[in-house]
């Protein structure tokens, strides 16, 4: 009796063996996913990237090889959630008036995601940086079908234990399962901490694998972190764009001054089908113009190729760059001038005023004795 249960459970074995190569056969035949289509994007930013930072991994030096290096890349607010909203919207500072712990993207402005899910595209963003600038309830989020906000800090430590993974290699690993579950366009935003962008390197390894030829920008935040360093030094920033069909062996560096909200109009360009002029940035009509009407400082920095001009607008007080001439002061006071006009218009459009009544009311009587505002 128990040689032939023996026998029977071999001839099931057998059984089960053959069932199951031929169905793996017939799986490897069965054609794989229809052919991936449609614009697609991926926006890779770091909480602060100072210029100059060499790449740490092999899909980032590829990424470099073949992309587009803007040298002059500035920030328009050296507060992280202030420059991610103008990344996002290409906004000024002065427009959004967003802050890390403080007020967060105006409802009112219309998102990159927001634009790419017009387009019907799929929109997912993965954030393992800083929850005070990114985290549930910083506007960040609108336009997003996915939106992983960092976890806190206690969520984080415990993930890691688990998964032998700290936020940022979570991040990138599942922004890689992502892209390969994508058969249509596509927008990713990918937000790493500062020091930890090789995290990217799964979903750029993706990208490569499926022979997407998408639209990928890189840039820090900021350069150094808030509080760290001269405002040079936290605004000077990293740009790096790779348009589809960029030949690596043809890297290419722009040495003009550009403000990072200009990414916006460049991504939504693409993600409305709209290649033409990628992967370049177009030059601003204007300098760069950075600095916030913040709760915590108020100020105005003007960058043109020749001169760098900064007022404290809380108390009038400016400085010139060593490089200026003083009759680059005059000029740069009418740049001041037209930007903050230009700020209020876009707010006016947007229903909401430049100024927040009470909360600004000394930064407005300062303004108005500067001649910025009526």
Not at 108 to 124: C, S
Not at 234 to 256: K, M, N, Y
Request: net charge neutral; proline share 7%; charged share 20%.
């Amino acid at each position: 009796m128990a040689g032939k249960t023996a026998l029977k459970r071999i001839a099931l074995a057998a059984a089960l063996a053959v069932a199951g190569g031929t169905w793996l056969a017939q799986r490897r035949t069965l054609p794989g996913p229809g052919p991936v289509q449609g614009p697609c994007a991926l926006l890779l930013t770091s909480s602060a990237l100072a210029s100059g930072t060499p790449a740490s991994a092999g899909a980032l030096e590829a990424l470099r090889a073949g992309a587009t290096r803007y040298l002059w890349a500035w920030a328009s607010e050296r507060d992280e959630r202030a420059s991610l909203a103008s990344i996002l919207t290409g906004e000024t500072a002065f427009v959004h008036r967003a802050e890390s712990a403080g007020a967060p993207v105006p409802g009112a402005l219309v998102t990159l995601a927001e634009r790419a899910a017009e387009q019907g595209l799929a929109t997912a963003a993965l954030v393992a940086a800083s929850r005070e600038a990114a985290g549930p309830g910083s506007g960040l989020e609108q336009g997003f079908e996915r939106y992983d906000a960092p976890a806190g800090a206690c969520i984080a430590r415990l993930r890691a234990l688990l998964t032998g993974r700290d936020p940022a290699q979570h991040a990138g690993r599942a922004a890689a399962r992502w892209l390969e579950r994508q058969r249509g366009g596509f927008f990713l935003w990918l937000h790493l901490p500062q020091g930890r962008e090789a995290a990217a390197a799964p979903a750029l390894e993706a990208l490569r694998e499926q022979g997407r030829e998408c639209l990928v920008v890189m840039a820090g935040a900021r350069g150094a972190p808030d509080g760290v360093g001269p405002d040079d030094a936290a605004l000077h920033t990293e740009l790096w764009v790779r348009g589809p069909g960029t030949d690596p062996r043809s890297p290419a560096s722009v040495a003009t001054p550009v403000p990072l909200a200009a990414v916006a109009g460049t991504l939504s360009a693409h993600l409305g089908g709209n290649a033409s002029a990628l992967p370049s940035l177009a030059a601003p009509a204007h300098p760069v113009i950075s600095g916030s009407l913040g709760a915590a400082r108020s100020w105005i920095r003007v960058l043109d190729p020749h001169c760098s001009y900064t007022r404290n607008l809380a108390d009038g007080s400016e400085s010139l760059g060593k490089q200026c001439a003083p009759r680059d002061l005059d000029r740069a006071r009418q740049h001041a001038r037209e930007a903050l006009a230009a700020a209020a218009a876009r707010r006016a459009e947007l229903g909401v005023a430049l100024l927040d009544g009470g909360p600004d009311a000394e930064l407005e009587r300062q303004l108005r004795a500067l001649g910025y505002v009526d």
